[in-house]
């Protein structure tokens, strides 16, 4: 078992939403960081704090700008401006530059990277020096925490599949026992069923070695699920970082809510704590606006009810087997002929997307009665 | 120059993606060491066209006019020109239905035939010709001169053609039939077109090998350019006539260039979509089996056939005697010694350039591989007539000297070693590199220990394939070789210029053996490189 030289994480992990607790150090500071390619301004400023022991996922579309910021950290790259530290250490900045094989930090890139020329047990060792290499157990440990069978240890890389390629290319960068991990898109190349189990091993083999990690990926259910920390990245800047139960049912903004998942968008008038919209009034928490604003629920928010108060046609269906998207109708919004209009009301009357488990339930022109869990998230109306 | 590799993988663009961009602290176009560097080598593969331009332009135009119009130029442009236009569409020809009745065909012995089209490339032209004399001594003129090229130069086609046949994608003909068109239409509308950059680059190649080639000329006294050229220069050694026909082959070389890369314009044939590839189908030949066999019989027998046999007699008519003697050794470590030095040489220069080309690809880098493909085309007369002068010229110190035609070497097969190495670097992504850096190799150790490692095999492959045409070579060997140089090739052809065709034999039986495996290398390697 690989013993990380580092002390051992806490023994009672924070609570899951209160990741700055005390006790908590910052293993990766990275401040104001900006990197250009040519004319093209990839990152355009930077900040990301990653406490020790802790998985932070950076999630964003292709061209987003996290690759980059990856290789930044880990030293592939340098930054134009800003700088990274490493246990409060500056790793890259103005004045500091520690190449990537000083930095103590393991890299599996998009597609593991083993190389070609080597045994599986060689690619463990590579990274070893000489005299720590003796140890054939030493391979056979590591190959064992990935979920490997010693075996391997013989073949070539080229007779591994996708999913074992990624595990070695673990094993190699556990073998050093780095403090930090990064994963360049690591199960992008591994097809559904694979990506989920390899992703589960990883994250069971990184979390009980208690190495600090980053991810990166495009997809956002990979980041909800594997990591504590979700960093969604937007046009070169951080758009939101939070735990992923916080920037999924709290969303910064409209761009990161329709990113991180499928998302209700209604028009609707704020007034105090409530949103005015075809579903009725719906809570805010905290709003940041009044007036005029969009409102975003979740479609698992929005559930078919007998006797609910929300009414809605369907409009039609689409059947997913466990599961059917349901296109509803909505009402407009009932106006007081009595009261005086404000031209910036919303009519309502849209068209929403949920989701139900009985096909038979939703024929299209049925009308439904519906009701909304939870609360809602606004932004500023922005056309 | 003389023989391909692969045309269509040296000229293949790299996907550039953001991951490859930039490295380390370096920038956009590579680390500057090796971008000042491979500036150096590009300068100096531009030496031939640059002393080329600087003479014409210096000559003046009643120089110019004087030498260049008068009718023995006029004869020359008409053999030169007729022996392009008739060799090359011949080479076309023979090398697509060669290669498509060995890759496409359920012919008998199909693989066995594979191996025989490509191995008249072992035999250098001028023993070709050697032989073709020997059977035929009247045997000249432009007859002689498209027989004796055809036949040793269809395999530069029929070797890319039949690399791209056999990785074609089976999935475009089941469309083709799958719309209603018969096997012989699909083969003209959907394989055909498909094979048009081979072709082309296959077509080019025979043409610059064309405009290049003296010996096998000189042999049956066909005179073209090139063969006026080395006359002029024997008899006026730095004559401006000599300079003036250069200037008029290197204006031929450039437009053939150009006409290559309007042909091939913007198209690039890859697979779309991924999964594994199934092999292309074989028609059966039917009634066409014996005309089939028949034809390829008769094509090897010209080509291979022939030459073999006539090395052979003479071998026998010459007896043990011929073999007596220190001058085949020499000869033969001569030949080797330079062909070693000349392979290792040219691999290192080439590799900056393969570095910067497939891991920093940008305008810098396009720049200077354009430099060097020019460069490389140029003739070995135009090489071995610019580097005699600039020796004696500015550094006089290597004149004569095996530095010289070393430097002639490298600049005439810098190509052969620049794809290789390129498919070799395609190999060890840069992520590779970056994955050992991560486990804690400063970069040197992750250079040496896995980009170097990989590109290894790629590496002596293409040394190989330098190695081969500094074997063959005859041109600039003997207008650069220091005083007293023996290579095979050069005593080849001084005995057999004396018409001691016996005593010439040995010289070509080794010549063909040192060649043969490396033939079967570049063969093996184009089937792989037209996969990638």
């Given at each position: 078992?690989?013993?990380?030289?580092?002390?051992?994480?806490a023994?009672?992990p924070?609570?899951?939403?209160?990741?700055?607790?005390a006790?908590v150090?910052?293993?990766?500071?990275?401040?104001?960081?900006?990197?250009?390619?040519?004319?093209?301004?990839?990152?355009?400023?930077v900040?990301?704090?990653?406490?020790?022991?802790?998985t932070?996922?950076?999630?964003g579309?292709?061209g987003?700008?996290?690759?980059?910021?990856?290789?930044l950290?880990?030293?592939?790259?340098?930054?134009?401006?800003?700088?990274?530290?490493?246990?409060?250490?500056?790793?890259?900045g103005?004045?500091?530059?520690?190449?990537?094989h000083?930095?103590?930090?393991?890299y599996?890139?998009?597609?593991?990277?083993?190389?070609?020329?080597?045994?599986?047990?060689?690619n463990?060792?590579?990274?070893l020096?000489?005299?720590?290499?003796a140890?054939a157990?030493?391979?056979?440990?590591?190959?064992?925490?990935?979920?490997?069978?010693?075996?391997?240890a013989k073949?070539?890389?080229?007779?591994?599949?996708?999913?074992?390629?990624?595990?070695?290319?673990?094993?190699r960068?556990?073998?050093?026992?780095?403090?930090?991990m990064l994963?360049?898109?690591?199960?992008?190349?591994?097809?559904?069923?694979?990506?989920?189990?390899?992703?589960?091993?990883?994250?069971?083999t990184?979390?009980?070695?208690?190495?600090?990690?980053?991810?990166?990926?495009?997809?956002?259910?990979?980041?909800?699920?594997?990591a504590?920390?979700?960093?969604?990245?937007?046009?070169?800047r951080?758009?939101?970082?939070?735990?992923?139960?916080?920037?999924?049912?709290r969303?910064?903004?409209?761009?990161?809510?329709?990113?991180?998942?499928?998302?209700?968008?209604?028009?609707?008038?704020?007034e105090?704590?409530?949103?005015?919209?075809?579903?009725?009034g719906?809570?805010?928490?905290?709003?940041?606006?009044?007036g005029?604003?969009?409102?975003?629920?979740?479609?698992?928010?929005i559930?078919?009810?007998?006797g609910?108060?929300?009414?809605?046609?369907?409009?039609?269906?689409?059947?997913f087997?466990?599961?059917?998207?349901?296109?509803?109708?909505?009402?407009?919004?009932a106006?007081?002929?009595?009261?005086?209009?404000d031209?910036?009301?919303?009519?309502?009357?849209e068209v929403?997307?949920?989701?139900?488990?009985?096909a038979?339930?939703?024929?299209?022109?049925t009308?439904?009665?519906?009701?909304v869990?939870?609360?809602?998230?606004?932004?500023?109306?922005?056309? | 120059?003389?023989?391909p590799?692969?045309?269509?993988?040296?000229?293949?663009p790299?996907?550039?993606?953001l991951?490859?961009a930039g490295?380390?602290?370096?920038?956009r176009?590579?680390?500057?060491?090796?971008?000042?560097?491979?500036?150096?080598?590009?300068?100096?593969?531009?030496?031939?066209?640059?002393y080329?331009?600087?003479?014409?332009?210096?000559?003046?135009?009643d120089?110019?006019?004087?030498l260049?119009?008068?009718?023995?130029?006029?004869?020359l442009?008409f053999?030169?020109?007729?022996?392009?236009?008739?060799?090359?569409?011949?080479?076309?020809?023979?090398?697509?239905?060669?290669?498509?009745?060995?890759?496409r065909?359920?012919?008998?012995?199909?693989?066995?035939?594979?191996v025989?089209?490509?191995?008249?490339?072992?035999?250098?032209?001028?023993?070709?010709?050697?032989?073709?004399?020997?059977?035929?001594?009247?045997?000249?003129?432009?007859?002689?001169?498209?027989?004796?090229?055809?036949?040793?130069y269809?395999?530069?086609?029929?070797?890319?053609?039949?690399?791209?046949?056999?990785r074609m994608?089976?999935a475009?003909e089941?469309?083709?039939?799958?719309?209603?068109?018969?096997?012989?239409k699909v083969?003209f509308?959907?394989v055909?077109?498909?094979?048009?950059?081979?072709?082309?680059?296959?077509?080019?190649?025979?043409?610059?090998?064309?405009?290049?080639?003296?010996?096998?000329f000189?042999m049956i006294?066909?005179?073209?350019?090139?063969?006026?050229i080395?006359?002029q220069?024997r008899?006026?050694?730095?004559?401006?006539a000599?300079?003036?026909?250069?200037?008029?082959?290197?204006l031929?070389?450039?437009?053939l260039?150009?006409?290559?890369?309007?042909t091939?314009?913007?198209?690039?044939y890859?697979?779309?979509?991924?999964?594994?590839?199934a092999n292309?189908p074989?028609l059966?030949?039917?009634?066409?089996?014996?005309?089939?066999?028949?034809?390829?019989?008769?094509?090897?027998?010209?080509?291979?056939?022939?030459?073999?046999?006539?090395?052979?007699r003479?071998?026998?008519?010459g007896?043990?005697?011929?073999?007596?003697?220190?001058?085949?050794?020499?000869a033969?470590?001569?030949?080797l010694?330079?062909?070693?030095a000349?392979?290792?040489?040219?691999?290192?220069?080439?590799?900056?350039?393969?570095?910067?080309?497939v891991?920093?690809?940008?305008?810098?880098?396009?720049?200077?591989?354009?430099?060097?493909?020019i460069?490389?085309?140029?003739?070995?007369?135009?090489?071995?007539?610019?580097?005699?002068?600039?020796s004696?010229?500015?550094?006089?110190?290597?004149?004569?000297?095996?530095?010289?035609?070393?430097?002639?070497?490298?600049?005439?097969?810098?190509?052969?070693?620049?794809?290789?190495?390129?498919?070799?670097?395609?190999?060890a992504p840069k992520?590779l590199?970056?994955?050992?850096?991560?486990l804690?190799?400063?970069?040197?150790?992750?250079f040496?220990?896995?980009?170097?490692r990989?590109?290894?095999p790629?590496a002596a492959?293409?040394?190989?394939?330098?190695?081969?045409?500094?074997?063959?070579?005859?041109?600039?060997?003997?207008?650069l070789?220091?005083?007293?140089?023996?290579?095979?090739?050069?005593?080849?052809?001084?005995?057999s210029s004396?018409?001691?065709?016996?005593?010439?034999?040995?010289?070509?039986?080794?010549?063909?053996?040192?060649?043969?495996?490396?033939?079967?290398?570049?063969?093996?390697?184009?089937?792989?490189?037209?996969g990638?």
């Amino acid at each position: 078992m690989t013993t990380p030289r580092r002390p051992a994480p806490a023994a009672s992990p924070a609570p899951a939403f209160a990741p700055d607790a005390a006790h908590v150090t910052d293993h990766l500071l990275v401040s104001g960081v900006r990197k250009s390619f040519g004319a093209t301004e990839v990152l355009k400023g930077v900040d990301l704090t990653v406490a020790q022991g802790r998985t932070t996922a950076i999630v964003g579309a292709s061209g987003s700008g996290k690759t980059t910021l990856l290789r930044l950290i880990a030293g592939f790259e340098a930054p134009d401006a800003g700088s990274v530290a490493l246990d409060g250490v500056e790793v890259a900045g103005p004045s500091a530059w520690l190449p990537a094989h000083k930095r103590s930090i393991g890299y599996v890139a998009q597609d593991g990277a083993l190389f070609p020329h080597l045994s599986v047990g060689q690619n463990i060792e590579f990274g070893l020096p000489v005299r720590g290499r003796a140890a054939a157990s030493r391979v056979a440990e590591l190959l064992e925490m990935v979920s490997m069978d010693p075996a391997y240890a013989k073949r070539r890389p080229s007779q591994l599949s996708g999913g074992q390629q990624q595990r070695v290319a673990l094993a190699r960068a556990l073998a050093r026992q780095p403090e930090l991990m990064l994963l360049d898109e690591p199960f992008s190349a591994l097809d559904a069923g694979l990506r989920v189990a390899t992703r589960r091993a990883v994250s069971k083999t990184l979390s009980d070695a208690g190495v600090t990690t980053i991810l990166v990926t495009h997809d956002q259910a990979e980041a909800l699920s594997f990591a504590d920390q979700v960093a969604v990245m937007r046009d070169g800047r951080l758009a939101q970082i939070g735990s992923p139960f916080v920037v999924y049912t709290r969303p910064s903004d409209r761009a990161t809510a329709e990113f991180l998942g499928d998302a209700v968008i209604l028009e609707a008038w704020m007034e105090g704590s409530l949103a005015l919209c075809s579903l009725g009034g719906i809570p805010v928490r905290r709003p940041s606006v009044q007036g005029r604003v969009h409102l975003m629920l979740r479609p698992e928010q929005i559930r078919i009810a007998e006797g609910g108060n929300i009414h809605g046609r369907v409009v039609d269906t689409d059947y997913f087997g466990p599961e059917t998207t349901v296109r509803i109708q909505l009402a407009p919004i009932a106006v007081d002929p009595s009261e005086p209009v404000d031209p910036h009301q919303p009519v309502g009357g849209e068209v929403i997307s949920i989701r139900h488990w009985n096909a038979m339930l939703a024929r299209p022109g049925t009308q439904l009665s519906l009701k909304v869990v939870g609360e809602g998230v606004v932004f500023p109306w922005d056309g | 120059m003389s023989i391909p590799t692969s045309t269509t993988a040296e000229r293949k663009p790299r996907s550039n993606n953001l991951r490859n961009a930039g490295g380390g602290r370096g920038t956009r176009s590579g680390p500057w060491p090796v971008v000042v560097l491979c500036t150096l080598i590009a300068a100096f593969s531009l030496l031939p066209l640059g002393y080329v331009a600087t003479m014409t332009a210096n000559a003046g135009w009643d120089t110019i006019e004087k030498l260049v119009f008068r009718p023995r130029v006029g004869e020359l442009l008409f053999n030169t020109v007729a022996l392009v236009v008739i060799t090359v569409p011949l080479c076309v020809v023979i090398g697509i239905a060669g290669a498509w009745l060995v890759e496409r065909t359920r012919l008998r012995g199909h693989k066995a035939w594979a191996v025989l089209l490509a191995a008249p490339l072992a035999i250098p032209a001028f023993v070709n010709s050697y032989a073709w004399v020997s059977a035929i001594p009247s045997l000249g003129g432009v007859f002689g001169g498209v027989l004796i090229s055809t036949l040793s130069y269809f395999p530069l086609v029929y070797i890319p053609v039949a690399a791209v046949l056999s990785r074609m994608d089976p999935a475009l003909e089941q469309s083709g039939s799958s719309l209603g068109l018969g096997p012989w239409k699909v083969f003209f509308r959907v394989v055909l077109p498909q094979l048009r950059l081979a072709a082309a680059g296959g077509a080019l190649l025979v043409s610059l090998h064309l405009l290049a080639e003296y010996g096998a000329f000189a042999m049956i006294q066909f005179d073209t350019f090139t063969t006026a050229i080395y006359d002029q220069f024997r008899s006026t050694f730095n004559g401006a006539a000599a300079n003036m026909l250069a200037s008029v082959l290197v204006l031929f070389c450039l437009l053939l260039l150009l006409g290559e890369s309007k042909t091939r314009g913007n198209a690039r044939y890859a697979r779309v979509g991924s999964g594994v590839q199934a092999n292309p189908p074989r028609l059966p030949m039917g009634r066409l089996e014996i005309p089939g066999q028949l034809g390829l019989a008769a094509l090897t027998v010209l080509a291979l056939g022939v030459p073999l046999f006539h090395v052979v007699r003479w071998l026998i008519v010459g007896g043990p005697g011929i073999w007596t003697g220190s001058a085949l050794a020499t000869a033969l470590l001569q030949t080797l010694g330079y062909g070693l030095a000349g392979a290792l040489v040219t691999t290192a220069l080439a590799f900056p350039l393969a570095f910067l080309a497939v891991r920093h690809p940008g305008p810098v880098t396009k720049l200077l591989e354009g430099a060097n493909y020019i460069s490389s085309s140029m003739p070995g007369i135009v090489v071995a007539l610019a580097l005699v002068t600039i020796s004696i010229h500015n550094v006089p110190a290597v004149y004569q000297t095996a530095v010289v035609l070393v430097a002639a070497y490298a600049l005439l097969f810098m190509p052969r070693a620049l794809v290789n190495l390129r498919a070799g670097l395609a190999q060890a992504p840069k992520e590779l590199d970056e994955a050992a850096q991560a486990l804690g190799k400063p970069p040197l150790v992750a250079f040496l220990k896995v980009t170097l490692r990989l590109t290894a095999p790629a590496a002596a492959g293409g040394a190989a394939l330098v190695f081969l045409g500094i074997v063959n070579e005859l041109t600039a060997t003997l207008l650069l070789a220091p005083n007293g140089t023996q290579t095979l090739a050069t005593e080849f052809w001084s005995l057999s210029s004396e018409i001691d065709y016996t005593g010439a034999a040995p010289y070509a039986l080794l010549m063909i053996l040192l060649s043969a495996p490396m033939t079967y290398l570049l063969f093996a390697q184009s089937k792989k490189a037209a996969g990638q």
